[in-house]
């Protein structure tokens, strides 16, 4: 969330994961802003550091370990009443000693599933989200029935995709939520989500996460499912990006990237934009349109966190 004409503060913070896959938590101490909720630690970016320099420097003073490498997780700018900062996330992939407090604040070592996003401070907020999201989204492509997209989905969970979206314009509705519910328990065994294309009613009664349109935006009012559940947002321009946002929503898909069959007339935003897009975002993004799967790591680079597509997986043997 972008505002204000000051320039913003840097900060960096670090999710270190232990065996068990918890990861540690800091709570904020007495005094400071959002005293009493807790935040992935690290601090602040000094003039002439990189994020991982300052991390390593940061983590060092306040828990007393020594960091190996690290890799971006998420960039946030986030605007709190008194000032802006851009939050740089990223993974800590090995320490040396053990993660003690040196500044008076707590710390937790917690599963992040079990975490309640209201316990942590707003700008932790999406690298929470962004933790739990999987890498690949995979979109149904148009069929003509149930046994179809039973296939379909099989064919993208074996090839990577965790978190399915059922778009069939074509379809009445209710023929799509009873074809959902039978997908869902073997989705579920799979470990991957299903969320249902702009139904927010059958998310709601199914118990789905749901793919918010761009015009269903501008008409909300508060997010439309409870935070154990995917919103995700339909999104081309800084604008809904905003809205998305404000709305609570989980992550956004950002489109089109580049030129694709599946909606010719459409502009691309192209490589530059869609990072400029994304570095402004205080949400996670995936990049849709023109991209697949074999395209993650460009779109890591660019400052995404995945892939959506249609026709990128089905291209996949």
């Known amino acids: 969330m972008s505002g204000g004409s000051?320039?913003?503060?840097?900060?960096?913070?670090g999710v270190l994961a232990d065996a068990a896959g918890r990861v540690l938590l800091a709570q904020r101490p007495p005094g400071r802003d959002c005293a009493g909720l807790w935040e992935f630690p690290g601090g602040k970016i000094e003039p002439g550091e990189d994020a991982h320099a300052a991390l390593a420097r940061e983590l060092r003073e306040e828990l007393g370990i020594r960091i190996?490498?690290?890799?971006?997780?998420?960039?946030?700018p986030w605007r709190y009443p008194h000032r802006r900062i851009v939050l740089a996330v990223r993974r800590v992939t090995a320490w040396q000693g053990a993660p003690q407090p040196h500044d008076a604040q707590a710390l937790a070592w917690v599963e992040p599933a079990a975490?309640?996003?209201?316990?942590?401070?707003?700008a932790d907020r999406p690298a929470w989200t962004a933790l739990r999201l999987p890498p690949l989204l995979a979109i149904s492509p148009p069929l003509d029935d149930a046994t179809l997209l039973f296939a379909w989905a099989q064919g993208v969970i074996r090839r990577g995709a965790r978190l399915l979206q059922l778009r069939q314009p074509q379809w009445a509705a209710g023929k799509l939520r009873e074809a959902a519910a039978a997908l869902r328990v073997e989705v579920q065994a799979a470990g991957a989500t299903l969320l249902l294309n702009g139904d927010i009613e059958g998310a709601q009664a199914l118990g789905l996460g749901v793919q918010l349109r761009a015009a269903q935006l501008a008409h909300l009012r508060a997010r439309p499912l409870p935070s154990g559940r995917w919103v995700g947002a339909s999104c081309h321009d800084a604008g809904e990006l905003e809205r998305a946002a404000v709305l609570g929503c989980d992550f956004a898909l950002l489109a089109p990237v580049a030129a694709t069959p599946t909606h010719p007339q459409a502009t691309p935003l192209g490589w530059s934009r869609f990072a400029a897009l994304a570095a402004d975002a205080a949400l996670p993004i995936y990049a849709l349109g023109g991209v697949g799967a074999d395209d993650l790591p460009r779109v890591r680079a660019?400052?995404?966190h995945g892939v959506a597509a249609i026709r990128g997986f089905l291209e996949r043997p």
């Not at 000051?6 to 913070?13: D, E, G, I, R, T």
């Open 6 to 13: 000051s320039s913003p503060l840097h900060v960096v913070a």
């Open 115 to 122: 975490i309640d996003p209201a316990t942590l401070s707003p």
């Open 68 to 76: 190996g490498p690290s890799e971006p997780l998420i960039r946030v």
């Open 302 to 304: 660019a400052g995404a």
